[in-house]
């Protein structure tokens, strides 16, 4: 069903999405790519304000997820949902980004490959492309697309997609940092636009607090101690695995820059998440019967102003598409550099073939998840992300703890395990992230003790 929006809305909408394009384009048109390092990392040459811009905009794609959880559970949807990602942020800026640069390498699966070898770093490059490939962010803004215009889904869908590989182009990284620039401050100008005319129009926080049950400002959400573990270690996993933090990191001008950066960031994402949140619970109080995933959009289309819905839709589109191009790029240079071989990077057809192919298969997998894309994050997201993140972050703070057919092993133990529980026992033991989690970690805690011993008794034979 079509919105019920201006044309001059429309047109502001239009506007900002051209001046989009063009202004990435010609931005990238300045400065060339000559090498590998300037494609994947823009020449390592991420100032702090670039930096944050990319970080910021990237990490915050699912507005949607955010507004529809914050629509049902007020408050707690920071503390539950948000807290956790801050506090990996922090921790990732503490424990890997030194470490990590210190490796100096270009992408997440190099640093497995200096540990772990060829074979695991190709293993571990096709489940990163896997779980990085923006099924959600996809559909996101095809959801966006065919509310604007009326269309088909598949097909707006694939109207974003054209869009974002059109200003992505061959250009690498730089293209993702420029855009991502005046998306971040659309971003920001629509979600704290929402929250001052929802202030001025009905009140300040007062006004929430009188409308809204008690349930809406209870901080943890009378969520058990185990739930609010499991998403926190989610929150863990996610940011230790999210080839997009290191492919930032890694582009920073200084290690110093990176790590500022990212607790700049962190205070973006609270006033983000603040604004989201409050704005949910304004829409609560407003539109208590709508759709969740449609509250808070709807009533933001509701209370602005002719003209100011363009630019929140604006901001909408941007908050999505600085997300999707974001991860299509990085599972196109996963397959490009590190599944097909680096020397293919600096070949305009590859770089071509390699946007495409994610785009296509992007299109595909979002089509087919379309009506049940919690199947999604069970059978891709969990098996690609936990199995292989507890060796990865072990091997980060402590180093080489495995052999290469141990670290596979781990790996694939878990896998097998995670299948047996969800798709042959009649009901599963426990969650699949949890035995996932708890047999690569078991697995991984074998292997080193077993290669402890087996140092000992080397050393204790070469002494005697």
Same mark, same amino acid.
């Given at each position: 069903?079509?919105?019920?929006?201006?044309?001059?809305?429309?047109?502001?909408?239009?506007?900002?999405?051209?001046?989009?394009?063009?202004?990435? #384009?010609?931005?990238?048109?300045?400065?060339?790519? !000559?090498?590998?390092?300037?494609? &994947?990392?823009?020449?390592?040459?991420?100032?702090?304000?670039? *930096?944050? $811009?990319?970080?910021?905009?990237?990490?915050?794609?699912?507005? *949607?997820?955010?507004?529809?959880?914050?629509?049902?559970?007020?408050?707690?949807?920071?503390?539950?949902?948000?807290?956790?990602?801050?506090?990996?942020?922090?921790?990732?800026?503490?424990? #890997?980004?030194?470490?990590?640069?210190?490796?100096?390498? =270009?992408?997440?699966?190099?640093?497995?490959?200096?540990?772990?070898? %060829?074979?695991?770093? %190709?293993?571990?490059?096709?489940?990163?492309?896997?779980?990085?490939?923006?099924?959600?962010?996809?559909?996101? @803004? +095809?959801?966006?697309?065919?509310? &604007?215009?009326?269309?088909?889904?598949? =097909?707006?869908?694939?109207?974003?997609?054209?869009?974002?590989?059109?200003?992505?182009?061959?250009?690498?990284?730089?293209?993702?940092?420029?855009?991502?620039?005046?998306?971040?401050? &659309?971003?920001? *100008?629509?979600?704290?636009?929402?929250?001052?005319?929802?202030?001025?129009?009905?009140?300040?926080?007062?006004?929430?607090?009188?409308?809204?049950?008690?349930?809406?400002?209870?901080?943890?959400?009378?969520?058990?101690?185990?739930?609010?573990?499991?998403? =926190?270690?989610?929150?863990?996993?996610?940011?230790?695995?999210?080839?997009?933090?290191?492919?930032?990191?890694?582009?920073?001008?200084?290690?110093?820059?990176?790590?500022?950066?990212?607790?700049?960031?962190?205070?973006?994402?609270?006033?983000?998440? *603040?604004?989201?949140?409050?704005?949910?619970?304004?829409?609560?109080?407003?539109?208590?019967?709508?759709?969740?995933?449609?509250?808070?959009?709807?009533?933001?289309?509701?209370?602005?102003?002719?003209?100011? !819905?363009?630019?929140?839709?604006?901001?909408?589109? $941007?908050?999505?598409?600085?997300?999707?191009?974001?991860?299509?790029?990085?599972?196109?240079?996963?397959?490009?550099?590190?599944?097909?071989?680096?020397?293919?990077?600096?070949?305009?057809?590859?770089?071509?073939?390699?946007?495409?192919?994610?785009?296509?298969?992007?299109?595909?997998?979002? +089509?087919?998840?379309?009506?049940?894309?919690?199947?999604?994050?069970?059978? @891709?997201?969990?098996?690609? +992300?936990?199995?292989?993140?507890?060796?990865?972050?072990?091997?980060?703070?402590?180093?080489?703890?495995?052999?290469?057919?141990?670290?596979?092993?781990?790996?694939?133990?878990?896998?097998?395990?995670?299948?047996?529980?969800?798709?042959?026992?009649?009901?599963?033991?426990? %969650?699949?992230?949890?035995?996932?989690?708890?047999?690569?970690?078991?697995? #991984?805690?074998? =292997?080193?003790?077993?290669?402890?011993?087996?140092?000992?008794?080397?050393?204790?034979?070469?002494?005697?």
């Amino acid at each position: 069903m079509p919105l019920n929006i201006s044309n001059l809305d429309l047109l502001v909408f239009v506007i900002l999405t051209i001046v989009t394009l063009f202004y990435t #384009v010609i931005l990238c048109k300045r400065r060339k790519e !000559k090498n590998t390092v300037d494609y &994947l990392l823009f020449g390592r040459r991420l100032t702090l304000p670039l *930096f944050v $811009a990319t970080l910021v905009s990237t990490w915050y794609g699912d507005v *949607f997820g955010v507004t529809q959880i914050a629509f049902e559970r007020g408050i707690s949807t920071i503390v539950v949902y948000g807290i956790g990602f801050y506090v990996a942020a922090i921790f990732f800026m503490i424990f #890997v980004v030194e470490k990590a640069r210190k490796i100096y390498t =270009f992408t997440l699966p190099e640093i497995i490959e200096k540990y772990y070898g %060829k074979t695991s770093a %190709k293993i571990a490059s096709l489940m990163i492309m896997i779980k990085a490939l923006p099924v959600t962010y996809l559909i996101g @803004i +095809g959801l966006l697309i065919q509310k &604007l215009f009326s269309l088909n889904l598949y =097909f707006a869908m694939l109207v974003g997609l054209i869009f974002v590989v059109t200003y992505m182009g061959i250009r690498g990284f730089q293209s993702i940092v420029y855009s991502d620039i005046i998306q971040f401050v &659309l971003m920001y *100008f629509s979600v704290i636009m929402v929250v001052v005319f929802s202030f001025t129009t009905y009140g300040d926080y007062s006004f929430l607090m009188s409308h809204l049950d008690n349930q809406y400002f209870v901080i943890d959400g009378y969520e058990t101690l185990s739930e609010l573990f499991m998403w =926190f270690f989610i929150s863990i996993i996610t940011t230790f695995m999210s080839p997009i933090f290191y492919q930032r990191c890694f582009a920073a001008k200084s290690v110093k820059v990176a790590k500022s950066g990212i607790i700049i960031s962190v205070i973006f994402w609270m006033i983000c998440d *603040f604004c989201t949140v409050i704005g949910s619970m304004y829409a609560k109080v407003i539109l208590p019967n709508s759709l969740t995933h449609e509250a808070y959009f709807n009533y933001a289309l509701e209370i602005l102003p002719v003209g100011f !819905k363009g630019i929140f839709l604006s901001g909408i589109a $941007a908050t999505i598409l600085s997300t999707l191009d974001s991860f299509l790029f990085v599972c196109s240079s996963t397959l490009i550099y590190d599944l097909m071989g680096n020397k293919l990077i600096n070949n305009n057809f590859h770089k071509t073939f390699g946007l495409i192919t994610v785009s296509i298969i992007t299109f595909f997998v979002a +089509g087919y998840f379309i009506d049940s894309i919690d199947k999604f994050y069970i059978l @891709i997201k969990s098996y690609c +992300g936990v199995t292989l993140a507890v060796p990865l972050i072990l091997t980060i703070l402590f180093g080489k703890i495995l052999k290469e057919m141990q670290f596979i092993m781990s790996i694939s133990l878990s896998c097998m395990c995670m299948i047996v529980n969800d798709f042959i026992l009649s009901e599963p033991l426990a %969650k699949s992230f949890y035995i996932g989690a708890s047999i690569c970690f078991l697995n #991984v805690c074998v =292997f080193t003790i077993f290669n402890y011993l087996c140092r000992i008794g080397f050393s204790e034979r070469y002494a005697s």
